[in-house]
């Protein structure tokens, strides 16, 4: 479990596959405070095993449906990602409960300055479209950020300076890909609706009256 509040960035030094599986290496700008194998990490938001630690280098086992379904499977060498380690029982929940369970990816369409802030438009892909709220919380390559504006296609999001400046997305570009993970508490009670009212609340909004149906 993470909270969407990255800790440090570093960048990938390495990444290979052998089978089904493989393996990705992080160099990181500082190493990490008493790193433990086997502790979970999320990398940009994907949430990856700990197998090695070398001083800034970190090695993690990474299955191949992982290296195909997040940007994982296809940022260069040298491209920066976001770091932020398991969230501890009593640890302040600054952003919001994040799974490391990427749900998919988006490209980005457009930055655009809007006063000191960044407004950062994605790409919706049609499957997380039923999971998103305006001024509901979505996690974009792990970083926990609020819904600003929400269509059919796309959404935005306003990045203000720390998050700028302290993680991958001053480093990115229209067109890359970003790692999507919508907030774990609206995709279960979606997912509870869904089975208690039937299929075809994936098709309408909900209401007020199917709310009250399902004892809310």
């Known amino acids: 479990m993470f909270t969407g509040l990255i800790q440090q960035t570093g ?14 290496t992080i160099r990181l700008k500082k190493p990490l405070e008493k790193p433990e194998m086997g502790e979970s990490i999320a990398v940009n938001g994907a949430c990856l095993t700990l197998e090695q630690a070398n001083g800034t280098e970190l090695v993690f086992h990474v299955m191949e449906e992982t290296f195909n379904k997040t940007n994982l499977g296809s940022l260069p060498a040298g491209a ?3 770091l932020e380690r398991a969230l501890r029982v009593g640890d302040r929940l600054g952003g919001h409960f994040v ?32 999971f998103l709220v305006p001024k509901g919380s979505i996690a974009i390559d ?24 302290e993680t991958n997305l001053s480093s990115r570009r229209g067109g890359d890909l970003l790692n999507l ?13 869904e089975a208690m009212l039937g299929s075809g609340t994936k098709k309408k909004e909900l209401t007020m009256d199917d709310l009250i149906r399902a004892g809310f």
């Open 181 to 193: 993970e919508a907030d774990m508490l609206g995709k279960q009670i979606r997912y509870q609706l």
């Open 11 to 24: 960048t990938i030094a390495a990444r290979s596959m052998n089978g089904k599986a493989g393996k990705l």
């Open 99 to 130: 799974s490391g369970h990427v749900d998919g990816t988006g490209k980005i369409l457009s930055f655009e300055r809007v006063g000191d802030d960044m407004e950062l438009r994605v790409e919706l892909p049609p499957h997380i479209a039923g």
């Open 142 to 165: 792990g970083i926990s950020l609020t819904i600003a504006s929400l269509s059919g296609s796309d959404f935005t999001v306003r990045i203000i300076p720390t998050t700028w400046n």
């Open 80 to 82: 920066e990602v976001n």
